[in-house]
């Protein structure tokens, strides 16, 4: 595990979790933290550097946000900067943003809604404990009454107040802006599955039929993860576009 020599100045305006992601930035562009070095835990992280842990979660959530760490489930946090992957922009948009801003109307049936333990992935997306209480959604988005997207969220309880027919009204990202959440960044990832039966009567395609599927981690303009999505689109009717940005 490695850690670096890190000097934060407490009388300075710049945020602390600021310097340390700086510091830690430079280590990795230097070559002190080379690719593939994983980093120490945040307990002792924390420990080395006389900061709170919140504060080096921030640093890290900041230097994951700009491609340089990536966690990964069983190994850690581990230096991917300068290793030649490829980064792609996406609009911070959700699906509900995006069709109307295709004019087409978008239309949602509430499937579940409520409080739920976090299961170990979604605890890790959010950055709580397993077990802890999160809201759970999941919806089926439909455009013109045309089955869509099936869509599961996560989020912590206390940073939204809705019910399901708000939900069903309005998009999520439009519900989150209107408690003063501001949207920052997000993770996103896109593969695709094969519809399971259920999810294939539910989106009106065949078993089997080929899907689109993402999960995205969105964090405001603190850091914190703010949302953690699994969503499944019919390849038929949905694609993604992408500016690729030369670096």
Partial sequence: MSTVQIQVDRNSRTPLHVQLA?????????????VGSRLSNEVDLAEAYGLSRPTVRQAIARLVDQG????????GTQVVGNSGQVRRSLELTSLYDDLVAAHRKPQTDVLRFGISPATREVAAALQCEQGDRVLRLERLRRADDEPL????????????ETDPSTLADRGL???????????????????AIPATPEQARL???????PLLATTRITYDDHGQPVEYGSHLYRASRYSFEHTLVHR
Avoid: C, D
Wanted: charged share 20%; net charge positive.
């Fill in 22 to 34: 700086q510091q830690l930035e430079a280590a990795i562009q230097g070559g002190e933290l080379p």
């Fill in 68 to 75: 340089l760490l990536v966690r990964k489930r069983g190994v």
């Fill in 173 to 191: 990202y439009q519900l989150l802006r209107a408690e003063g959440v501001r949207l920052k960044v997000a993770h996103q990832t896109i593969s």
């Fill in 203 to 209: 989106l009106t395609e065949e078993p089997g039929s």
């Fill in 149 to 160: 997207a099936l869509m599961r969220n996560w989020l912590p309880p206390e940073i939204l």
